[in-house]
């Protein structure tokens, strides 16, 4: 006989099963949904980061030069990029420039007249609504979702964990007295500046220059050195007319060569090897010119200072020339022959303001190589 109570209960277990069947269609959906736009949203997010990071350190690259550069290469390398093929635009306010702590890990953004000492630039960009440029999302509008806003920062220093060894030549001449004071300043930021960006193991000393030459400082690992050239610089009195006895003479006129001799022997007979190499910064305030009282003529201490830069570069020594033109009467011509003495991977600096000595001068420690900090 045809048992109706057992086709009824079938029923029920057939219904039963459609219905385990459909909640499990729609968790499979959901799952297809998520694994799709997750995987999506992540490779969207990791063009993004790419992006901020060739962004920030193409706006540190730029710290050397200036301020405004920064931002502007900055802004335009993430011009460049795209993430997920949506456009990636920033606004200047994207980018920061600023000083980075890398023992408590912080960011610190300047203005004013302090943004020329940034070492570090932080580039933020946003994929978002209210930008217009949310990330779409394939499957997520069935539950009421079709976009959402990604962010993504990184932030660049210039200066790495490795050692330099650098030899400061400052011009000590009678021309440069008036501005020596600003000169030690900035002579002390680029002592600074390469405590903070290198190795305590780079070596850095201190030679000053008339007619003649004087090492006031030895070279010197950081570590050990730093009260040191720091205390001898801030000490550092103007050269002497009369009566000098071991002080350097103003009326012996100006020898660049003396200067960049002892530098050289001090870097080559260092027992040191730094990994970035050595080099001489010269601080003048023009060409080599002689006196009444020296042996020299003008054009033999021109070619004398060109013979000791060609000496120094031969042992791979760079140079970069910091030119203070103030006090010159020629200044094109003292800036074309101090740019001549460039050597390796130095580089020639130039201003007219004695104030700005210190912020020319951090150029130099700028050009350290980049690093992504965060």
Not at 162 to 177: A, C, L
Not at 255 to 283: K, R
Request: net charge negative; with cysteine.
């Amino acid at each position: 006989m045809f048992n109706q109570k057992h086709v009824k209960k079938r029923g029920r277990r057939r219904a039963a099963v459609v219905v385990v069947v459909v909640i499990g269609l729609v968790a499979m959906l959901g799952f297809a949904v998520l694994t799709v736009d997750v995987g999506y949203l992540y490779n969207v997010r990791s063009d993004l980061q790419r992006t901020v990071d060739a962004a920030a350190l193409a706006g540190a690259s730029a710290l050397s030069i200036s301020p405004s550069e920064g931002i502007n290469r900055a802004v335009a390398c993430a011009a460049l990029n795209n993430a997920g093929g949506i456009p990636v635009g920033l606004e200047g306010a994207d980018v920061q420039l600023g000083s980075w702590d890398s023992i408590g890990q912080t960011f610190t953004p300047l203005t004013g007249e302090a943004i020329q000492f940034a070492d570090a630039c932080r580039v933020t960009a946003s994929l978002s609504s209210a930008e217009g440029n949310a990330v779409p999302l394939f499957f997520s509008g069935v539950f009421g979702r079709s976009s959402t806003d990604i962010s993504a920062s990184a932030t660049a220093q210039f200066g790495t964990a490795h050692t330099w060894d650098v030899m400061i030549v400052q011009d000590k001449s009678g021309s440069f007295t008036d501005a020596l004071d600003l000169a030690k300043t900035a002579d002390q930021a680029l002592v600074q500046c390469l405590a903070d960006h290198t190795d305590n193991e780079s070596q850095i000393g201190f030679v000053t220059y008339t007619g003649t030459a004087k090492l006031n400082v030895p070279l010197q690992s950081l570590d050990i050195g730093y009260d040191q050239i720091m205390s001898t610089i801030d000490n550092l009195d103007p050269c002497c007319w009369w009566w000098c006895g071991g002080k350097l003479e103003c009326k012996t006129g100006t020898n660049i060569a003396a200067g960049l001799d002892i530098a050289t022997v001090e870097l080559v007979n260092s027992s040191g090897t730094p990994e970035m190499g050595t080099a001489i910064v010269i601080v003048s305030d023009g060409k080599p010119q002689g006196t009444t009282w020296t042996t020299y003529t003008d054009e033999e201490l021109r070619d004398m200072a060109v013979a000791s830069a060609n000496a120094a570069a031969a042992q791979d020594i760079s140079i970069f020339t910091i030119y203070y033109a103030g006090s010159s009467s020629t200044p094109e011509e003292d800036a074309e022959f101090l740019e001549g003495l460039v050597r390796g991977n130095g580089t020639f600096h130039q201003t007219d303001d004695a104030d700005e000595l210190s912020s020319v001068i951090w150029k130099i420690c700028a050009s350290l190589p980049l690093m992504l900090v965060e």
